[in-house]
């Protein structure tokens, strides 16, 4: 079939809450992305119950590679190398994919290759057209992570600055639970937002000292003691605040975005993690990078979330560039981004 000489990557994601297998080729054409989310599962939790997710991932990671390869008409001997997500996330959820794939890998002779999950998130925008451009800074946005990144090419990294305490989407989770929006937040806060004035309720922007560092703890603590003194809300009241914090996160995110751009003279910025698929954050970004001549790149919805196309995308340029990784390879929940390699 055509692309077999691209390089075919099969790739492994259960990081979380989601059961994703993808087979991509050449680290472009996407041939099958299959997801099997637990949020419907977690919902009357309020957030992922770690040990449920694991053994959830444990009855539908095969099934899953299965529906992958199938898709995309494969078959397992056809595949060039197997990458897996080995970190970030939860140690238990992260061990069934990464048992699977080091069994895949040894059966069939192919190379292992670890991928970071934040990368992964990256090479999401690599699916797309018209692919990124080198050099260009890149905003990682999603439940666990706020990072802003110069990237001079692949593997050439440069962390710029990161969030001191809460996440963008963690801060996004809690402030939806304060304000009674379901599981998960994120997507309630937005839709809520739709219909509230982003001026109507006065929130902070923190300061930090690092001029492209972020901080929420504060902001979400404002929201909280909001509802505390305004008691129950009504429903015009939940939408201002719903707009009003999200336009507090997303002009801290499109402020210390822009402000990087413009010191590494890029011309290109691109967005990545759950929160990237938020249509403020978007719609901000580019009236702001615009004007000054910068594009703005993104994935779809479906590739900002927890996917393994992205995982393979990812470990498609690892595999080009050489790297394999042995069978000891071990989950690590709190991976770091890696940067330089």
Not at 13 to 29: I, L, Q
Not at 89 to 99: A, I, N, Q, R, Y
Not at 144 to 158: P, S
Not at 212 to 234: E, I
């Amino acid at each position: 079939m055509k692309g077999l000489s691209e390089g075919l990557i099969l790739g492994i994601e259960s990081s979380c809450d989601e059961t994703a297998a993808a087979v991509v080729a050449g680290g472009r054409r996407v041939l099958s992305n299959t997801v099997a989310s637990q949020v419907d599962l977690f919902r009357k939790y309020g957030g992922v119950v770690p040990e449920i997710a694991s053994r959830r991932h444990l009855e539908l990671i095969l099934p899953v590679i299965r529906e992958a390869l199938q898709t995309a008409g494969v078959t397992l001997e056809q595949i060039d190398a197997v990458a897996v997500t080995h970190g970030p996330g939860l140690v238990g959820t992260l061990l069934v994919g990464l048992s699977a794939a080091k069994a895949l890998a040894f059966g069939l002779d192919k190379p292992l290759i670890g991928v970071n999950h934040l990368q992964g998130h990256i090479y999401a925008n690599f699916l797309v057209e018209p692919p990124p451009e080198f050099p260009l800074v890149c905003l990682v946005v999603s439940g666990g992570h706020t990072d802003l990144i110069y990237m001079a090419g692949h593997g050439r990294m440069e962390l710029l600055g990161r969030t001191l305490d809460d996440a963008a989407g963690e801060a996004f989770d809690k402030v939806a639970r304060s304000v009674g929006l379901g599981y998960p937040g994120g997507p309630q806060v937005e839709k809520l937002a739709r219909s509230g004035d982003p001026e109507a309720v006065p929130l902070p922007r923190a300061h930090t000292e690092g001029p492209y560092d972020f901080s929420f703890s504060g902001l979400k603590t404002a929201v909280l003691q909001y509802v505390q003194r305004t008691g129950p809300l009504n429903d015009q009241q939940r939408a201002d605040l719903a707009a009003s914090f999200q336009r507090a996160v997303t002009s801290v995110l499109v402020e210390r975005t822009v402000k990087a751009a413009e010191a590494k003279g890029v011309r290109q910025v691109i967005l990545a993690g759950g929160v990237a698929a938020n249509g403020a954050l978007r719609e901000e970004m580019r009236a702001a990078l615009e004007p000054r001549g910068i594009r703005l790149g993104y994935p779809p919805p479906v590739l900002c979330t927890d996917n393994a196309a992205m995982i393979a995308a990812a470990g498609y340029y690892l595999w080009r560039a050489g790297v394999r990784h042995d069978l000891d390879l071990n989950a690590v929940p709190g991976l770091g981004l890696g940067i330089g390699g």
